[in-house]
C-alpha cells in the first residue's frame, strides 16, 4: 500500500505547526545518540566556595574535541533577566573547538561573560549565557548543605536549576562559520552543536550545585542524588528571535518537516507491525501521560491545549488498548486516519511523535537528510517563464492566494529589527512607526502581490525580462521557484495577521530541538525545558532511547 | 575577525538601507560574502561604493548586450551584476561582451562568478591590463595580487571560454603512457577470471 505524504497546505498552518512535538528525529535526541561513544570529561573545575570561576567540560574521539568554557559570575538579583535586553547573566558559556589553552581561557574570560558585545573567535563554535532559578538552585543547596535531598514536588514544578535565555552558533559576534565544520561527520544534523552545548550546561549545573553545597557545609552535605539529576533539565526562554528563522531559511525548514513527513510515511505503509513494537508505542503513549500532566503553565492559552492534548490522548489510549487490535493490516495507516477524525491537531502530531519510537531504522537515515546545503538553491531559474511562475504559485499557494490584503486585519503586524538589540520584534502597523523599515517576512502578502503582477503578465515573458521590471518581487520569485522543489520550505500562513499567534514559530523550531513542557508568557515568548530525564554523560554508553517519556517529573 | 554569516546579514541590510530591493539585497550579501571568502575586499569596496553613491549618480543597466556603452554616468556593478548573472544563459551566446565604465568593478566580479558556475564555463574578466578568471564559482584567479581596485574601471571584457584542455595533445599522451605502468598485463588465464562478464555475451 502506498501512502501519500501528507499536504503542506494542512501541515504547515501556523496552528499545526505550533502543534508539533520532540520525536526521535528532535536534534536534542539525535545529539546523544551520536555522541554515546565519545570520551566524556570534566577538564577544569576552579570554582571558588559561592561556585563562582571557571570550568571545562569535552567531549573526545580519536583526535577531535569540543570543550565546554563556561564562567560563572556573581550578579545582584536585579540584573538577572530572561530578556534579551539584559547584559549579565550567573554564568556564560563556549563551546571551543579544540582543547583551550591558559590564553585561550583568559581571552573567552573577557568575552564569552559579554555575550552580544563580545568577540568571539573562529576557534569557537557556540555562545549561551544562563540564569539560575534562584528558588531552586537556592533551594537545592540549602538541603544537600543539611545532608538531604531537595524537595521532589519543588523540583517537579520548574524542573530545571539554570534557564539558558540564548543559544548562539553560525557565524555570530564572530563564532566559527558553518562551512569551516560542515564536512565533519558527527555534526551531519542541524544544531548539534548547539544540543551539545546545553547538554553540558546541564551536567555544569549538577556540579556547581554540588560544589556550593559542600562549601557551605563540608561535613554534612551530601551530593544530589543522580536519580534527581537525571530528571532535571536546562530551561530556556526564546522570544521572537527564533521566529524569522524559520521563514529565512526554506530549504532547511523543508528537510525538517520532510523527514518527519517521510517517516510518518513509511510507518503509515508497514503491513505487519511486530508485536514488541506495538508493545513499544503503547508503552510510550501510557507513559506520556505523566509527562503532559507534569506541564505547568499560567498561560490559558496552553492551559486549554494542554487539556484538549490530554482529553484526546486518553481517549486515544482507551482505543488502541481496548478497541484496536495491531494484527490487522497497516496498523499505523488505521491509528492514523483515526486521529484525523477523533482526536484535536495537538494529539494528532503528539501521536505522531511516538509513532517512530519502535522504528529506528526509519528514523536514523532520516537524521542525516536534515541539513541543508542553502546555496545550492539561492540562484533564481531566469529562464523559465511569468506561465510557470504563474501555476508554481497557483499549486503551491493556494490558501494563501485566498486571503484578502486590502483588509486591514490581514495586514495589521509587521516584522522589524530592533536598534537597540539587533533582534526581531513584531508590532501594528496602524498604531506603531517603523512600517516603512519592515523585514520580508510577510511572505503571504509578497507572493500575493506577485501573483496579482503575474495576472496581467505575459505568459512567456522570461523571469529575467520579468525581474527588470519587478526588483522588489525578487525575494518572492526566489521563494517560489525554491518551493516548487522543496513542498514543505514556507508556512502556508498569514505572519503580519492580527490573529497571528509568533510562539506557533517559536514552538515549531523548538519542538525539532527536542523541548518539552512549553510554557507560554505571553503570545510572544515562551519557557520550555531541555534534556529533562535524559542520560547524564557518564550513563551515555548504555541508555534507554526512550527516557524522554520515562522522567519523574 | 568578523564571521562570513555577520558580513552576508550587514551587506544585505546595508544594500536594503541603501535602497535596494530585498531580494537584490540578497543577492549582493552573497556576493560581498563570496569575494571575502576568497580573500577579496568586498566590504572595503561595497561601503566605499554606498559612501560615493551619496553624492553621485549611476546608470542601471537592465538589458545587457554584446557591446555596452553607459549614456553618460558609470554602470551600477550591483544592477549590471544582477542582470548579467539573470541574462547569462542569452549573453553566454555573445562569446565576449564589452562594458565602459563600470563603478567599483570588484562587486562586479561575485556575478561573474555565479554566471560561470550557471553556464559551466570559466570566465575571463579584464581591464586595463588585468585579468580575472572566474572558475565556475569554485575560486577566481589573477594577476591582480594586493592592488587597490580602481572606483571605475574605463574598458572592461568578459569572454567566455570554451571547455577545452590546457594542454598538448602530445603531453597528454606522455602521461597517459606514464599511468599505463601501473597497469598488469593480462595473461588467458586472467581474461578468463578476473574480470565480470564473459568472453561472449550471445545469449
Redesign the interface.
Not at chain 1, 526588483?471 to 526566489?478: E, K, N, T
Not at chain 2, 535596494?20 to 537584490?24: A, E, I, K, N, P
Not at chain 2, 548573472?85 to 542569452?90: E, M, P, R, T
Given at each position: 500500500m502506498k501512502v501519500e505524504l501528507r499536504d503542506p497546505n494542512v501541515i504547515m498552518k501556523l496552528s499545526r505547526l505550533g502543534s508539533f512535538h520532540q520525536s526521535k528525529l528532535s536534534f536534542l535526541r539525535s545529539f546523544l545518540s551520536e555522541f554515546k561513544d565519545w570520551d566524556y570529561k570534566r577538564d577544569v573545575f576552579n570554582l571558588d566556595k559561592d561556585g563562582f570561576g571557571v570550568a571545562v567540560y569535552s567531549f573526545k574521539k580519536k583526535e577531535r574535541v569540543y570543550s565546554l568554557v563556561c564562567f560563572a559570575n556573581k550578579i545582584n538579583d536585579d540584573d538577572r533577566s530572561d530578556r534579551v535586553i539584559a547584559t549579565k547573566w550567573d554564568a556564560a558559556f563556549t563551546l571551543h573547538d579544540g582543547v583551550p589553552d591558559i590564553k585561550d581561557i583568559e581571552r573567552l574570560k573577557n568575552e564569552v561573560p559579554k555575550q552580544e558585545v563580545g568577540r568571539l573567535?573562529?576557534k569557537e563554535l557556540t555562545l549561551s549565557r544562563a540564569n539560575k532559578s534562584v528558588r531552586m538552585f537556592n533551594h537545592v543547596v540549602e538541603s544537600l548543605s543539611n545532608g538531604s535531598q531537595p524537595n521532589l514536588e519543588l523540583l517537579e514544578k520548574v524542573g530545571y536549576l539554570y534557564r539558558t535565555t540564548a543559544v548562539y552558533g553560525?557565524?555570530?559576534?564572530?563564532?566559527?562559520?558553518?562551512?569551516r565544520i560542515k564536512n565533519r561527520e558527527e555534526i551531519n544534523g542541524p544544531f548539534r552543536l548547539e544540543m551539545m552545548l546545553v547538554y553540558l550546561v546541564r551536567q555544569f549545573t549538577f556540579d556547581q550545585v554540588n560544589h556550593v553545597a559542600k562549601s557551605k557545609n563540608p561535613k554534612k552535605a551530601v551530593k544530589l542524588d543522580p536519580k534527581i539529576c537525571k530528571n532535571l533539565g536546562i530551561g530556556n526562554s526564546t522570544g521572537l528571535g527564533m521566529a524569522p528563522f524559520i521563514v529565512n531559511h526554506p530549504t532547511l525548514l523543508n528537510n525538517w518537516i520532510f523527514c518527519r513527513e517521510t517517516a510518518l510515511k513509511k510507518i503509515r505503509e508497514i503491513k505487519i507491525v511486530k508485536i514488541q513494537d506495538s508493545e513499544l508505542f503503547k508503552s510510550c503513549v501510557r507513559n506520556s501521560i505523566k509527562n503532559i500532566t507534569s506541564w505547568n503553565t499560567e498561560s490559558e492559552y496552553q492551559l486549554k491545549k494542554i487539556n484538549h492534548l490530554l482529553r484526546d490522548v486518553r481517549k486515544f489510549l482507551d482505543f488502541v488498548e481496548n478497541k484496536f487490535s495491531f494484527e490487522t493490516d497497516y496498523p499505523f495507516n488505521k491509528i492514523y486516519l483515526w486521529l484525523e477524525k477523533e482526536a484535536c491537531e495537538e494529539c494528532i502530531e503528539y501521536i505522531v511523535s511516538i509513532m517512530m519510537e519502535p522504528f529506528g531504522e526509519i528514523t536514523e537515515p532520516l537524521i542525516k537528510k536534515m541539513s541543508s546545503d542553502e546555496?545550492k538553491y539561492?540562484?533564481?531559474p531566469?529562464?523559465r517563464t511569468a506561465g510557470n511562475l504563474k501555476s508554481i504559485i497557483e499549486a503551491k499557494y493556494k490558501n494563501i492566494l485566498e486571503i484578502d490584503f486590502e483588509k486591514q486585519t490581514n495586514f495589521k503586524k509587521f516584522w522589524f529589527?530592533s536598534k537597540n538589540k539587533e533582534e526581531p520584534r513584531l508590532a501594528d502597523r496602524f498604531e506603531e512607526q517603523g512600517s516603512e523599515l519592515e523585514q520580508?517576512l510577510a511572505i503571504a502578502r509578497d507572493i500575493k502581490k506577485l501573483y496579482n503582477k503575474l495576472l496581467s503578465t505575459k505568459k512567456t515573458l522570461r523571469?529575467?525580462k520579468f525581474?527588470?521590471e519587478n526588483?522588489?518581487?525578487?525575494?518572492?520569485?526566489?521563494r517560489a521557484f525554491i518551493i516548487e522543489k522543496f513542498p514543505y520550505s514556507e508556512i502556508q500562513d498569514n505572519t503580519i495577521s492580527e490573529n497571528i499567534v509568533p510562539i506557533d514559530m517559536l514552538r515549531l523550531k523548538l519542538s525539532f530541538f527536542g523541548a518539552l513542557k512549553f510554557d507560554p508568557r505571553s503570545d510572544k515568548w515562551l519557557r520550555i525545558c531541555m534534556f529533562q530525564g535524559a542520560p547524564l554523560p557518564n550513563e551515555l554508553g548504555d541508555y534507554d532511547e526512550q527516557w524522554v517519556y520515562k522522567s519523574h517529573s | 575577525?568578523?564571521?562570513?554569516?555577520?558580513i552576508e546579514t550587514t551587506s544585505k541590510?546595508a544594500s536594503r538601507a541603501m535602497g535596494?530591493?530585498?531580494?537584490?539585497a540578497?543577492?549582493v550579501a552573497?556576493g560581498i560574502r563570496l569575494l571575502e571568502f576568497f580573500g577579496l575586499p568586498g566590504i572595503k569596496n561595497l561601503n566605499q561604493y554606498y559612501k560615493d553613491r551619496d553624492n553621485r549618480n549611476y546608470e542601471n543597466s537592465?538589458?545587457i548586450k554584446k557591446n555596452n556603452k553607459p549614456n553618460k554616468l558609470p554602470y551600477c556593478p550591483i544592477t549590471l551584476g544582477?542582470?548579467f548573472?539573470?541574462?547569462?544563459?542569452?549573453i553566454e551566446k555573445f562569446k565576449k561582451c564589452t562594458f565602459q565604465k563600470i563603478a567599483y568593478p570588484i562587486l562586479f566580479l561575485p556575478f561573474l562568478s555565479?554566471s560561470s558556475e550557471?553556464i559551466g564555463k570559466k570566465l575571463l574578466f579584464q581591464f586595463d591590463k588585468n585579468e580575472f578568471l572566474l572558475n565556475f564559482n569554485v575560486n577566481i584567479s589573477s594577476n591582480f595580487i594586493r592592488k587597490k581596485f580602481p572606483s571605475i574601471a574605463k574598458k572592461i571584457e568578459v569572454n567566455f571560454l570554451d571547455n577545452k584542455d590546457s594542454f598538448t595533445g602530445t603531453e597528454w599522451k606522455n602521461l597517459y603512457k606514464l599511468s599505463e605502468d601501473t597497469f598488469v598485463e593480462e595473461t588467458d588465464s586472467l581474461k578468463q577470471g578476473a574480470a565480470g562478464a564473459g568472453l561472449t555475451d550471445n545469449d
Open positions: 573567535s573562529y553560525s557565524g555570530k559576534f564572530g563564532l566559527a562559520d558553518r562551512f546555496e539561492f540562484n533564481i531566469t529562464n529589527i520580508p523571469i529575467d525581474l527588470n526588483s522588489d518581487l525578487r525575494h518572492v520569485v526566489r | 575577525m568578523k564571521s562570513l554569516s555577520e541590510r535596494f530591493s530585498w531580494g537584490v540578497e543577492e552573497k537592465k538589458i544582477v542582470s548573472l539573470d541574462q547569462i544563459k542569452k555565479r550557471i
